[in-house]
């Protein structure tokens, strides 16, 4: 049973900077692809960023293109938010990936484990 856990969520100033983990438990981490999505109030879940098993491709979202780094070691993955903007503010989830192919990182369906998420709020 795979499990995620985040962590490093809280209220930050606009302009500041987080870092957001994710703890994977149980199954073969190095075997899945990774992905930070976030949800806003009123508002449905988006991407913000992927990164592949190997560690080799990452992709982000437009809109924190140039902030944000995803990247990830044996057991966990990883959310650097740099330049935070109010609209920025959201719970942050991390799922994985476990269909083996890196085809449309950005797209929901394709995550099956998903944590319980960590809220961010950017203050103005």
């Known amino acids: 049973q795979v499990q995620l856990v985040e962590s490093g969520g809280g209220l930050v100033q606009a302009g500041g900077s987080l870092r957001l983990s994710c703890a994977a438990s149980g199954g073969t981490f190095s075997s899945y692809h990774m992905g930070w999505f976030r949800q806003a109030p009123g508002k449905e879940r988006e991407f913000v960023a992927a990164i592949s098993r190997n560690s080799v491709i990452t992709d982000y979202a437009d809109s924190v293109k140039g902030r944000f780094t995803v990247s990830r070691d044996k057991r966990m993955v990883f959310l650097q938010m740099n330049s935070l903007k109010s609209e920025d503010t959201a719970v942050y989830y991390c799922?994985?990936?476990?269909?083996?192919?890196?085809?449309?990182?950005?797209?929901?369906?394709?995550?099956?484990?998903w944590g319980q998420g960590t809220q961010v709020t950017v203050s103005s």
């Open positions: 799922a994985a990936d476990r269909t083996g192919a890196y085809g449309s990182p950005s797209r929901q369906v394709f995550y099956d484990v």
